[in-house]
């Protein structure tokens, strides 16, 4: 067994999957062999999740039998939104609102936990993919003193979740762009969120413990809350009234760390930051107000110049657009990261599953770095 110390599992092998392949060098997302770029800009949400769930695109049939059966499945127990209503009452932070949600998700599934059913474990994981939004759109409502908005069944997955925050059916470009920003952020490989849900499953415990814990895993700011700090860093340079390249030198001469930029695996500007900068600049041409890409832009074309970053690996990741894009859509900055979470969940219960079918126990060690060869003291002695 090696004693090779790697410190955050950087670069250790710990699974195989056909899930997701990410090039750091070039750029470069999959999912099952496709390009992020193609699924994003010709697919549906409901199609990924088929394609990550089930291996294949589905055609047609398969397709509307597939969201049916989601869209179906939309509707929570009158428990969980009492539940919600208290934790609103109170304040709560909305990934601690969805993590009790999805905890209790479970009491009102018709299935038993059988761990040698795959089957039922990905009904399971399509019951909680189809209520997250429920579930997200409520709270969110809750906690502004308005009643929840039932779901609508004839609307698409990202189309449904915008009508229930405001009650009112999104324009096709709002519902498109929502709809893409949910297909980039479906699956990346093993980040902390999917690790964390495998090494639940891995015990054999139930796909509503593997996506709870995801959720956990996804609410620290290492991880999923950057898209929220990119948004607030833009309003802070609104509010400034400066010049957009003079804040965003006054923030590097004062040792700023700005949110958004670089990443753990990439080297080059993230595919999905990409097809968002893209989206970010149509939002605002579409409703006549420019600033926030335009901030965007302007921050990314300084930082980019070769006397800042000379280094490899810093560039715009996928926070970095999708902030000023769930912003124009006229959603909560603190909801940005639970709508991480309500994608993330396709790839989390995707990689519960394809590990579930040859299942270890993970079980890693640590290198015991502690004292030796005490002596044991009895109590009235110390």
Known sequence: MADDLQ?????????????????????LL????????????????????????????????????????????????????????GLAAADERPMAALRTAVSMLSASDPEESDPDDLDAALRKGRRIAAKVPTVLAAYDRLRNGQEPVEPREDLGYAANFLYMLDGEEPDDVAAETFDMALILHADHG???????????ASTLADTYSAVTGGVSALAGSLHGGANQDVMETLLELDESEKDPTDWIRDAIDNDRRIPGWGHRVYNVKDPRAEILTEKSAELGENSGEKKWYDYAA????????????????????????????????GIDLDMYTPIFAMSRVGGWVGHVLEYQEDNRLIRPRARYVGPENREFVPIDDR
């Open 298 to 329: 302007t921050i990314e074309e300084y930082l980019t110049e070769e006397e800042q970053f000379p280094e490899k690996g810093l560039a715009p990741n996928v926070d970095f657009y999708s902030g000023t894009v769930y912003y124009q859509l």
């Open 190 to 200: 093993l980040n902390a969120s999917t690790f964390t849900g495998m090494v639940i």
């Open 30 to 85: 999959a999912y099952r062999g496709y390009d992020i770029k193609d699924l994003a800009r010709e697919a549906s949400y409901e199609e990924v999740l088929y394609l990550l769930w089930r291996g294949e695109l589905p055609d047609r049939d398969a397709l509307d039998e597939f969201a049916t059966e989601l869209a179906a499945e939309r509707a929570v127990d009158e428990s969980v939104i009492t539940t919600l209503d």
């Open 7 to 27: 410190k955050g599992l950087d670069d250790v092998l710990v699974a195989e999957s056909s899930l997701s392949y990410i090039d750091g060098d070039a750029g």
